[in-house]
């Protein structure tokens, strides 16, 4: 298992922070181009009690699940990716999923955490 945590301000695709079109339709994208492939639909949670909606997502994925977080207010995104994998190319430093995830956003990342590789069965003992 891997988890891979990125959060920062966009200055790309900023319509992905207010609608539910616009992250179903950007989600998929972005598993195709990091190399994952999605199951299911995108599902889209809108926030009322923001003023900008504040959309959240979850896509499910072969692998197991992305999750996208929108903070509209202060162009702030967070993405989540859990995988039963290992995420290919990625490590403590950075890596190819990292770099595009950013480039699709043009992301100012105030954020990056990365577990790499661990077993939950040995976790949850």
């Known amino acids: 298992m891997a988890v891979l945590l990125i959060g920062g301000v966009a200055h790309r695709n900023l319509e992905v922070m207010h609608g539910r079109e616009a992250l179903e339709k950007w989600l998929p994208e972005l598993c195709t181009l990091i190399g994952m492939k999605p199951v299911g639909k995108v599902h889209v949670e809108l926030y009322a ?14 692998e197991s699940a992305i999750l996208v977080h ?3 207010e202060r162009w702030y995104i967070e993405i989540l990716l859990h995988s ?11 890596g190819p999923v990292t770099d595009a995830i950013v480039a699709q956003l043009s992301l100012d990342v105030r954020e990056r955490h990365y ?4 077993n939950w069965r040995t976790l949850s003992t």
């Open 115 to 118: 577990l790499g590789t661990f």
């Open 70 to 72: 929108t903070y509209p």
């Open 49 to 62: 009690h923001w003023p900008d909606g504040a959309p959240s997502a979850v896509l499910f994925i072969e």
């Open 84 to 94: 039963c994998k290992p995420i290919p190319g990625e490590d403590e430093d950075g």
